[in-house]
């Protein structure tokens, strides 16, 4: 069993910077992916970022690319989300997952999800 607590979230004004993080705790780690999704009203979850928790591989789509950085510390066994230069579409709440192989953007890859933390944007 594994167990993700997301924080860091607020309300920050468009081009600001915020740096989420998820602790996970329970089974180790190595074997295992973690990602960030985010989810807006009335819209999908949406992936935004992935890293591979055995050699720090990490992947974006383009939505978020050059923008948002995702890292993790083996020690303290927690990931990190670096948001630069936010804008208003970047509102949503924010969720880390952890999971085994699959296709990296899909929801059900991922078999561990954290319960979010709201992120605001005000332009």
């Known amino acids: 069993q594994v167990q993700l607590v997301e924080s860091g979230g607020g309300l920050v004004q468009a081009g600001d910077s915020l740096r989420l993080s998820c602790a996970a705790s329970?089974?180790?780690?190595?074997?295992?992916?973690l990602a960030w999704f985010r989810q807006a009203p009335g819209k999908e979850r949406e992936f935004v970022a992935t890293?591979?928790?055995?050699?720090?591989?990490?992947y974006y789509p383009d939505s978020v690319k050059g923008r948002f950085t995702i890292s993790r510390d083996n020690v303290e066994n927690t990931s990190y989300l670096q948001m630069n230069s936010l804008n208003p579409e970047d509102t949503a709440v924010y969720y880390c997952a952890a999971g085994w192989g699959g296709p990296v953007g899909l929801t059900s890859t991922y078999n561990y999800w954290g319960r979010g933390t709201q992120v605001t944007v005000s332009s």
């Open positions: 329970g089974r180790t780690f190595n074997a295992y992916r």
């Open positions: 890293i591979r928790w055995s050699d720090g591989y990490a």
